[in-house]
């Protein structure tokens, strides 16, 4: 009776440990489960979100030559811009994001700056959204063997969140110097254009 009983224990005791490692198996599978399922929504957030951008800038000019590029990156705290210009003529030339993306009738179809608060012209980096249009870039200085580079943070720029977005809208050099008055800065004809399209992600 009493090795019976010692039996019985025993068996019990397996039965309730088989039992909780089951139980503790499964929630383990559930966890997992749970975790593979929520990680291709994080995978896909990011996939989803444009890391890069590009503005291939042609002269608009007939019959029009190529320019250079405008690239940019999304930064935590807005938009780096790199551009390399040639074949432009030497001296400083206004240096604009537009509002619209097209570069027909010799840049005119890209309307007017980009100019989302209605707000006066400035220079972007140093007026802010307050005192400057989204596109007020400033100028772009070309070098006497007709090449340029401008590289700059643009705090607030996005490429597709929020009204100061730029994706789908036209870069544009201006024939002349940007003087910052009013109401566009005095800087002359189009030279240049390029629509900004993104690129990466």
Known sequence: M?????????????????????????????QTDNVAEQQPQTDNVAEQQPQTA????????????????????????????????????????????????????AGQAAGGHFNPDGVKHGLLVKDGFANAH???????????????????????????EGKYAVANRAMIIHENPDDFGQPTGNAGGRIGCGVIQITGS
Not at 4 to 17: D, H, Q
């Open 2 to 30: 009493k090795l019976l009983n010692k039996l019985t224990k025993a068996f019990r005791v397996t039965v309730i440990s088989l039992l909780l490692s089951v139980v503790v198996l499964m929630y383990g599978c559930e």
């Open 54 to 105: 590009q503005a291939i800038i042609t002269s608009t000019s007939e019959p029009s030559q190529a320019m250079g590029e405008v690239n940019f990156s999304q930064t935590p705290e807005g938009l780096q811009m790199t551009a390399m210009i040639n074949n432009a003529p030497p001296g400083e030339h206004g240096f604009h994001i537009h509002e619209s993306g097209s570069c027909a009738d």
């Open 134 to 160: 989204a596109g007020d870039l400033g100028n772009i200085s070309v070098s006497p063997d007709l090449t340029a580079t401008k590289a700059e943070a643009l705090p607030g720029l996005t490429f597709e």
